[in-house]
């Protein structure tokens, strides 16, 4: 009889995994515990909630890696880059979804599939030792119970940090008497758009005064076991910028570079910018500003940005602690756990950061798993694509001892010989070898280009 495959966790990698070995022919179970216990982070029950950014990044897969991503991922049949591309937002040079429309997508294709079976229940410990081919994509938000039996197994303390949440903000609430629409050096995203932002500008003094609001701001207090957790680089809160010094805003989410205030006819000295989040464009999101705020100092400090001043928060930002695996030291080279094989791990709890990385590693799980079931070899996609960039950091190329979550870059692509390729050329080559290699790793004809 064939091997069923149980996916527990119905997030973005758990619904990638289950319909990657959906679609090789294998019959899949999907374990989402929500709403039989909700967690700290989402809203709702629905497959493959976006809690945090409605935006995939960068699309441009010629120059940006999480752009060759989503290309790679597309060439994989990826159910998650399928519904993101039908329900995408204009935002620029990035991928941005109306969530609701993103989440029910997923949901209706996993319903619909014949093979698949969605089971809402907890998993509250190691799975079953009868269910010989588990894939476990809890993400962040594991539950205790299974969090503590992984521990126990794996002989290793999950790490953690903190990841923290952006206010959404209502679109007819922002003063467009101050604030303008424009993308920055106008650049054309995947809905067609060059003016996908909402900006907000600030002169000097008004910047100077809003870093020493946030600096001064009321924080939220963490528990006692909380208190040594590490943030994610990628994902720093707001005031935590702020108090890294008095410019490292400007020259991170509020940098002013390839915009123009068409109200005062000049580029601003910083600027707040939001993403449309929804596809009515009601609601939009502010762009970099996750914070660990009270909800009173939010409202206080963020109405002080220019064109917010009567802004009306349909979410205030908030946070929750992220755990995930040492897994260079616990996974092999198939997501597999060295110390119980049955079980293989997707998303962002294997140390991957981000939507699409965390859907990317639920696919090659997913793949993998089927391949097991199925008794047929599979091997690991090269290192020159962006899903075996990726994977190899987290199984082999990362060091153990300092291992923090990465989100994909060119960086963890094998080098190209700089005498042949050089500056900006160097990301197109390494993206145009990536497709090809990847069109080869998947059977199908090398790309033309």
Not at 58 to 86: C, F, K, P, Q, Y
Not at 275 to 298: C, I, P, S, Y
């Amino acid at each position: 009889m064939t091997q069923t495959i149980h996916v527990i966790g119905g997030g973005l990698a758990g619904s990638e995994a289950a319909w990657q070995a959906a679609e090789a022919g294998l019959d899949v179970v999907l374990h989402e515990m929500r709403p039989v216990r909700m967690t700290e982070a989402h809203s709702g029950e629905g497959l493959a909630e976006l809690v945090c950014s409605n935006s995939f990044r960068s699309d441009d897969w010629e120059n940006n890696a999480v752009g060759l991503l989503h290309e790679e991922m597309r060439r994989a049949g990826s159910l998650i880059l399928s519904a993101a591309d039908t329900h995408k937002l204009p935002a620029g040079g990035a991928l941005a979804v109306d969530r609701d429309g993103f989440s029910r997508a997923v949901e209706a294709s996993i319903v619909a599939h014949p093979r698949i079976r969605i089971s809402r229940e907890e998993i509250a410990g190691l799975p079953p030792a009868d269910w010989e081919n588990v894939i476990i994509a809890t993400g962040p938000l594991t539950s205790p119970a299974l969090a503590e039996s992984l521990r126990a197994l794996s002989g290793e303390e999950s790490l953690a940090f903190f990841d923290a949440i952006a206010p959404i903000v209502e679109h007819d609430s922002i003063d467009m008497s101050v604030a303008w629409l424009q993308s920055r050096y106008d650049k054309k995203g995947p809905g067609g758009g060059d003016a996908d932002y909402i900006n907000c500008p600030m002169s000097d003094v008004q910047y100077r005064d809003f870093v020493a609001a946030l600096r001064e701001g009321d924080t939220t207090t963490f528990k006692e076991w909380e208190k040594n957790t590490p943030y994610f680089e990628g994902c720093l809160p707001i005031e935590v910028m702020a108090v890294r010094g008095e410019e490292t805003l400007r020259f991170g989410p509020m940098k002013p570079v390839g915009l123009f205030d068409p109200h005062n006819n000049r580029r601003p000295y910083a600027v707040v910018q939001l993403r449309q989040d929804n596809a009515l464009g009601t609601l939009w999101n502010m762009v970099g500003f996750q914070t660990k705020l009270k909800h009173g100092e939010q409202t206080r400090i963020f109405r002080a940005i220019p064109g917010l001043d009567n802004a009306r928060f349909a979410r205030l930002g908030g946070i929750h602690r992220n755990t995930f695996l040492n897994s260079p030291r616990l996974l092999d080279e198939s997501l597999r756990l060295k110390v119980q094989p049955r079980l293989r791990f997707a998303g962002q709890v294997t140390g991957v950061e981000g939507y699409v990385e965390s859907a990317a590693i639920g696919l090659l799980a997913g793949r993998f798993a089927a391949a097991d079931a199925a008794g047929t070899a599979i091997s690991s996609p090269p290192t020159t694509t962006a899903l075996g960039a990726l994977l190899h950091h987290i199984t082999k190329g990362a060091d153990e001892k300092t291992f923090q979550p990465m989100n994909v870059n060119f960086g963890l692509f094998p080098p190209v010989d700089d005498a042949k390729v050089r500056g900006r050329d160097r990301k197109k080559f390494m993206a145009h070898r990536a497709l090809a290699d990847l069109d080869l790793w998947l059977g199908r004809r090398a790309a033309a280009e």
